[in-house]
């Protein structure tokens, strides 16, 4: 088996039905992983069509994981898990994030959430000495304009890798993360899909363009594997040089 062969490996992606999720959940998938994803709507049907979401193959289960109680009613998807991809998250605009409401919806979903979802397969993850893959985002390092939980929640969600994979080490679990820049996905056509913004956003990033999800997807791929097997508790920024 090399490096990043997952076959027969036990798979889940929370936020797995669009965008970076859905692209990690068929990278695993095409590596023979058995994979399944968690998402917002009633079944997978209610994604056939939808730009970024190709559920082929995968397992589905709703559950919104801004409930914690939902969180702990969901079935757990396998006997065991050995993979656990974090790639939920939402963002609020019109500075909706800076009332109480705005600020609770987005922490709970994009910090909280990261915290109740590994709690909940921490025993099949240490039983698996297998690992967690956090998806937190470039804005947890730095201001983000109007939008003050989803920073604070990011930055919430690059902490967390690291107290994780400290709590974690010595079971024999690996956390990482990553933190990706521009990736053209639902969550960002407020920008990628206005023409201003859109090149105005093109032009900050030193390698020219948004990343895709398989650029995102390669990253998971490799912390989740063996060739990371002394990484633990690391956040790798996946910006194509925004931050710089
Ligand atoms: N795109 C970027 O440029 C970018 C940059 C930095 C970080 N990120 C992060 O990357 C991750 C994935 O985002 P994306 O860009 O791929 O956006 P996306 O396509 O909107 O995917 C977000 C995922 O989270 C799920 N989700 C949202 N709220 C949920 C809830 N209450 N319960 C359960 N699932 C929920 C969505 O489910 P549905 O499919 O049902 O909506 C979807 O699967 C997020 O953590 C985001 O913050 C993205």
């Given at each position: 088996?090399?490096?990043?062969?997952f076959?027969?490996?036990?798979?889940?992606?929370?936020?797995?039905?669009?965008?970076?999720?859905?692209?990690?959940?068929?990278?695993?998938?095409?590596?023979?992983?058995?994979?399944?994803?968690?998402?917002?709507?009633?079944?997978?049907?209610?994604?056939?069509?939808?730009?970024?979401?190709?559920?082929?193959?995968?397992?589905?289960?709703?559950v919104?994981?801004?409930?914690?109680?939902?969180?702990?009613?969901?079935?757990?998807?396998?006997d065991?898990?050995?993979?656990?991809?974090?790639?939920?998250?939402?963002?609020?605009?019109?500075?909706?994030?800076?009332?109480?409401?705005g600020?609770?919806?987005?922490?709970?979903?994009?910090?909280?959430?990261?915290?109740?979802?590994?709690?909940?397969?921490e025993?099949?993850?240490?039983?698996?000495?297998?690992?967690?893959?956090?998806?937190?985002?470039?804005?947890?390092?730095?201001?983000?304009?109007?939008?003050?939980?989803?920073?604070?929640?990011?930055?919430?969600?690059?902490?967390?890798?690291?107290?994780?994979?400290?709590?974690?080490?010595?079971?024999?679990?690996?956390?990482?993360?990553?933190?990706?820049?521009?990736v053209?996905?639902?969550?960002?056509k407020?920008?990628?899909?206005?023409?201003?913004?859109?090149?105005?956003?093109?032009?900050?990033?030193?390698?020219g363009?948004?990343?895709?999800?398989?650029?995102?997807?390669?990253?998971?791929?490799?912390l989740?594997?063996?060739?990371?097997?002394?990484?633990?508790?690391?956040?790798?920024?996946?910006?194509?040089?925004?931050?710089?």
């Amino acid at each position: 088996m090399n490096d990043t062969d997952f076959t027969g490996k036990k798979i889940l992606v929370v936020g797995g039905s669009s965008g970076i999720g859905n692209g990690i959940a068929q990278a695993f998938r095409s590596r023979g992983a058995d994979v399944h994803v968690w998402g917002t709507r009633a079944g997978p049907g209610d994604y056939d069509g939808q730009d970024g979401s190709d559920l082929t193959g995968l397992g589905y289960t709703q559950v919104d994981v801004s409930n914690p109680e939902a969180i702990a009613a969901a079935p757990a998807p396998f006997d065991g898990l050995d993979v656990l991809v974090l790639s939920q998250g939402t963002v609020l605009y019109r500075k909706e994030e800076f009332t109480q409401a705005g600020w609770d919806k987005v922490m709970a979903i994009n910090v909280d959430s990261v915290l109740h979802c590994a709690m909940k397969f921490e025993q099949e993850l240490a039983d698996a000495k297998g690992n967690v893959v956090i998806v937190s985002s470039v804005a947890g390092f730095k201001a983000t304009m109007g939008n003050p939980a989803y920073a604070a929640s990011k930055a919430g969600a690059v902490s967390l890798t690291r107290t994780l994979g400290q709590a974690w080490a010595d079971r024999g679990v690996r956390v990482n993360g990553f933190a990706p820049g521009l990736v053209d996905t639902k969550l960002t056509k407020v920008t990628t899909g206005h023409p201003g913004r859109r090149e105005r956003a093109l032009a900050k990033i030193p390698m020219g363009r948004f990343g895709l999800p398989a650029d995102m997807a390669g990253v998971a791929l490799f912390l989740a594997s063996p060739m990371a097997a002394y990484v633990t508790g690391q956040t790798l920024i996946v910006d194509g040089g925004l931050t710089l």
